[in-house]
């Protein structure tokens, strides 16, 4: 199934002039900024094609459904300031949203959109596994300066896209991210490597905007296991290597065997391409769920395997481990068996361990 989201284009006239653009993906949250010093006595009226939509009248904030209920949950507007907050993006959202601030000094502003193709998410959930890297995404960070990235509401990294000046708050939550994190100074995507478990939570990133205008939110949930699957086959039977995600499109399903990754098969935009000789002719990929299935299990087949799905467009990342065991008819191998999925766990969490002493540079 093919899911397409819409992105807006926001722009802003002052006195019929063009001066940003906001560019918000669907199910993103944008704030307006008003950059106006508000006094005690203004009135400030936020409107959406001529309706009424949000009021801060003289400290006294009222937020509309909009007359079809399209606004229903989705507006707040800051008592201090009179910035307008639009959560959850959707293309009912869109049009002409018009700001005037009424009181010793009148002011006007109009902010109006077009509609364009494009992807986004204001809260991603990521179920990755421990050791590994993660990439969180900013998504549009077109016409942005200022990008913040905080863990748990407390500051975490910033860069600003201008001075391409980077700073790391290493201090936060016992200094737990102390030389594992890497800020993209293009983009701003933020690179947490050697993840733990420690780790999991509410990641936020505030995209400010060059001229002042606007600043876009954007929220990930992030999950880490340490959790290795162990499955244990009969000689010469099928393998079933079940993952309950569903596929979604655009997503990249890169399928190895060993700590070394060797590539069995990978999906890209629905192609398959088999790189495992081994495996010749006893592949098979689920198209729903990225489950693979192995046939004619061999005693040369045991080992680690490894799932890996992500996907730049909706930015999720699925990360599954599983240590494989094969079994002969003689019933005198189960002992070997045994020893073989010990061996192989204990391997692994040793791989996981070194790797979690290794600090990028």
């Known amino acids: ?50 309706e009424l939509i949000a009021k801060l009248d003289r400290g006294s904030i009222s937020v509309f459904n909009g007359s079809d209920g399209t606004f229903s949950d989705k507006l707040k507007i800051n008592n201090q300031t ?39 998410s204001d809260m991603t959930s990521l179920a990755v596994m421990e050791g590994d890297s993660v990439i969180l995404f900013t998504g549009f960070s077109e016409n942005h300066d200022v990008i913040r990235w905080r863990f748990q509401n407390s500051p975490l990294a910033e860069i600003s896209i201008k001075t391409k000046i980077i700073s790391t708050h290493d201090d936060v939550h016992d200094g737990r991210f102390r030389d ?48 290795v699957k162990t499955l244990s086959v009969m000689e010469g039977d099928s393998l079933n290597l079940h993952v309950d995600t569903p596929v979604q499109s655009y997503d990249f399903i890169n399928w190895t065997f060993g700590p070394e990754k060797n590539p069995i098969v990978v999906i890209n935009g629905g192609e398959f391409k088999l790189f495992s000789h081994r495996f010749r002719d006893r592949v098979q990929v689920n198209a729903q769920t990225g489950s693979l299935t ?3 299990i061999t005693t040369e087949d045991p080992g680690l395997y ?56």
Do not use: A
């Open 1 to 50: 199934m093919k899911t397409i989201s819409l992105l807006f284009t926001i722009s802003l006239f002052i006195n019929g002039v063009v001066t940003d653009e906001i560019k918000v993906g669907d199910g993103l949250s944008v704030t307006l900024h008003t950059n106006t010093v508000i006094q005690s006595n203004d009135v400030i009226e936020w409107r959406h094609r001529n």
């Open 294 to 296: 192995i046939t004619n």
């Open 82 to 120: 009179g910035d307008l907050t639009i959560i959850d993006v959707t293309y009912k959202l869109n049009g002409e949203y018009r700001l005037q601030i009424t009181g010793e000094k009148t002011t006007r502003k109009t902010f109006s959109d077009s509609v364009r193709i494009g992807y986004g």
């Open 180 to 227: 594992r994190l890497k800020l993209n100074y293009l983009s701003g995507y933020l690179t947490i490597t050697n993840i733990t478990t420690e780790d999991s939570g509410l990641y936020e990133v505030n995209i400010n905007s060059n001229s002042g205008t606007h600043t876009i939110h954007q929220s990930y949930t992030v999950t880490v296991s340490d959790q």
């Open 306 to 361: 490894q799932l890996q799905i992500t996907n730049h467009q909706s930015k999720r990342s699925i990360d599954e481990r599983f240590i494989v065991t094969v079994s002969t008819q003689d019933r005198s191998s189960d002992d070997v068996s045994s020893d073989v999925s010990s061996d192989l766990l204990n391997q692994e969490h040793k791989r996981i361990t070194t790797e979690e002493n290794i600090q990028w540079t």
